[in-house]
């Protein structure tokens, strides 16, 4: 089993920044690819950016140029640098990983159990 713990999320005000961090613990794996996903109220769970353990990475549109993902594969801990915020971007901020455990051998999906972002002024 591997847990993911969420941190960084918070209320900013429009043209803002914040970072959000996700950190993964257990025993015996090895992350693939990391994800982050948001879920705005009444709408569902979408994409915003996604990295793999060598470090290639995907965003949604509606964030190219003010998000970074990045990550240490040393520490299983993910980041997303989020800049120029958007009341849009007002969601509930998932992680989620793609991991590979060693016993019983096959990968799995994990996800955290979300931080809070609101953009308002």
């Known amino acids: 089993q591997v847990q993911l713990v969420e941190s960084g999320g918070g209320l900013v005000q429009p043209g803002g920044s914040l970072r959000l961090s996700c950190a993964a613990s257990?025993?015996?794996?090895?992350?693939?690819?990391w994800g982050w996903y948001r879920q705005a109220p009444e709408k569902e769970r979408e994409p915003v950016a996604n990295i793999t353990r060598a470090g290639s990475t995907n965003y949604a549109d509606s964030v190219k140029g003010r998000f970074t993902i990045s990550r240490d594969n040393a520490k299983n801990t993910v980041y997303l640098e989020m800049n120029s915020l958007k009341p849009e971007d007002t969601a509930v901020y998932y992680c989620?990983?793609?991991?590979?455990?060693?016993?019983?051998?096959?990968?799995?999906?994990?996800w955290g159990q979300g931080t809070q972002v609101i953009v308002s002024s």
């Open positions: 989620m990983t793609k991991t590979y455990l060693f016993r019983p051998g096959r990968e799995y999906d994990y």
């Open positions: 257990g025993s015996l794996f090895v992350i693939n690819a």
